[in-house]
T-cell receptor, first 113, second 115 residues
Framework: GQQVMQIPQYQHVQEGEDFTTYCNSS?????IQWYKQRPGGHPVFLIQLVKSGEVKKQKRLTFQFGEAKKNSSLHITATQTTDVGTYFCAGGDYGGATNKLIFGTGTLLAVQP | NAGVMQNPRHLVRRRGQEARLRCSPMKGHSHVYWYRQLPEEGLKFMVYLQKENIIDESGMPKERFSAEFPKEGPSILRIQQVVRGDSAAYFCASSQQIGYQETQYFGPGTRLLVL
């Protein structure tokens, strides 16, 4: 079945350092969505990428969708303590009729002040 | 504009009891998805419903689990004869319509603990 993997599983950075998480799918995706989940919280939608090679920015966050639509990355510049949480990518089911999301394994980001 | 609502937020059950989880989608949304998150893991798709229809239940366990989204009222995820392995966070998401570009918005989740 379709699998979406993320690396690293865990990243510990000093405040101000940059952070990147990578997402790889075993199959082509119709779109990729990124969510952030704080400890004890629920997934909060960050962004959606649809086009091959697409790059989107949100303040200090940069999202990229690969040319083959099988991988994606999230880069955070100059991390802050408020960035703490688990970042999940979620792939849309290409060609499927249900739009169910296949979630990645997640990257837990810890930021030390 | 209220978001996706789920209740209860926390539910404790003893083995063998039934658990009923409710989800009210965002206003104007007619598509509901249920996901399960085991401790320290990602979210796994369970079922996708529209009003009065189950569209995709490929992620639902074959036994003890059922879901519905009646014409009136919230969507219900029902777990019969719960076991300890059912302990997890259950999240509901809703979207406005089917389509590749439809964003799913998540509710706060129900944390189920089976003793």
């Amino acid at each position: 079945g379709q699998q979406v993997m993320q690396i690293p599983q865990y990243q510990h950075v000093q405040e101000g350092e940059d952070f990147t998480t990578y997402c790889n799918s075993s199959t082509t995706l119709s779109n990729i969505q990124w969510y952030k989940q704080r400890p004890g919280g629920h997934p909060v939608f960050l962004i959606q990428l649809v086009k091959s090679g697409e790059v989107k920015k949100q303040k200090r966050l940069t999202f990229q969708f690969g040319e083959a639509k099988k991988n994606s990355s999230l880069h955070i510049t100059a991390t802050q303590t408020t960035d703490v949480g688990t970042y999940f990518c979620a792939g849309g089911d290409y060609g499927g009729a249900t739009n169910k999301l296949i979630f990645g394994t997640g990257t837990l980001l810890a930021v030390q002040p | 504009n209220a978001g996706v609502m789920q209740n209860p937020r926390h539910l404790v059950r003893r083995r063998g009891q039934e658990a009923r989880l409710r989800c009210s989608p965002m206003k104007g949304h007619s598509h509901v998805y249920w996901y399960r998150q085991l401790p320290e893991e990602g979210l796994k798709f369970m079922v996708y419903l529209q009003k009065e229809n189950i569209i995709d239940e490929s992620g639902m366990p074959k036994e003890r689990f059922s879901a519905e989204f009646p014409k009136e009222g919230p969507s219900i995820l029902r777990i019969q004869q719960v076991v300890r392995g059912d302990s997890a966070a259950y999240f509901c998401a809703s979207s406005q319509q089917i389509g590749y570009q439809e964003t799913q918005y998540f509710g706060p989740g129900t944390r189920l603990l089976v003793l």
